[in-house]
T-cell receptor, first 114, second 111 residues
Framework: DVKVTQSSRYLVKRTGEKVFLECVQD?????MFWYRQDPGLGLRLIYF???????EKGDIPEGYSVSREKKERFSLILESASTNQTSMYLC?????????????FGPGTRLTVL | DQQVKQNSPSLSVQEGRISILNCDYT??????FLWYKKYPAEGPTFLIS?????DKNEDGRFTVFLNKSAKHLSLHIVPSQPGDSAVYFC??????????FGQGTRLTINP
């Protein structure tokens, strides 16, 4: 059974703080993703990584960075949190399923920036 | 610019009846589509998918239909059960394993 875990379910931070969101998967997947989910907007891709030390920008990377030092761990970093980064953050990893990559999600971190 | 759209934010269906969730897309290059289901306080879980070379894929109570000419897909759930109450996201594979998601539709199954 695929397991993707995220370090916190709920997080409250202040404007300007540096925020780290951690994601760990236990299935040796190469590909990992960070999304944010907002009402009326669905899930939007922030960054993804195909392998250790590799990263690619998604659709909304501004204000975020990522780190992938180990295969199982993918971190999302908010260098200076702002109120418009209040959101649900979802991490995923993917594996080929019948020749197509299917993404498996963690439970999410609800971040509030005050 | 929303490439995948779910125009119904919510849908309410009687238990035992058919639920039909709709999704439209704009990019004719999309060749693979997925449906995810999300309960509150949980991450989305993969439900069913369809390749653009097919027009229908079935898995138990869930069937996805694809109309490429209309750039439209739909998810049918029959019969609907209370446990099906959740938010459903349609997604399209835009290549390089990147998915683009719709806004989601909240399905409520009434007893």
């Amino acid at each position: 059974d695929v397991k993707v875990t995220q370090s916190s379910r709920y997080l409250v931070k202040r404007t300007g703080e540096k925020v780290f969101l951690e994601c760990v998967q236990d299935m040796d997947h190469e590909n990992m993703f960070w999304y944010r989910q907002d009402p009326g907007l669905g899930l939007r891709l922030i960054y993804f990584s195909y392998d250790v030390k590799m990263k690619e920008k998604g659709d909304i990377p501004e204000g975020y960075s990522v780190s992938r030092e180990k295969k199982e761990r993918f971190s999302l970093i908010l260098e200076s949190a702002s109120t418009n980064q209040t959101s649900m953050y979802l991490c995923a990893s993917s594996v080929p399923l019948a020749g197509v990559y299917t993404q498996y999600f963690g439970p999410g971190t609800r971040l509030t920036v005050l | 610019d929303q490439q995948v759209k779910q125009n119904s934010p919510s849908l309410s269906v009687q238990e035992g009846r058919i639920s039909i969730l709709n999704c439209d897309y704009t990019n004719s290059m999309f060749d693979y589509f997925l449906w995810y289901k999300k309960y509150p306080a949980e991450g989305p879980t993969f439900l069913i998918s369809i390749s653009s070379i097919k027009d229908k894929n079935e898995d138990g109570r869930f069937t996805v239909f694809l109309n490429k000419s209309a750039k439209h897909l739909s998810l049918h759930i029959v019969p609907s059960q209370p446990g099906d109450s959740a938010v459903y996201f349609c997604a399209a594979d835009q290549g390089a394993q990147k998915l683009v998601f719709g806004q989601g539709t909240r399905l409520t199954i009434n007893p």
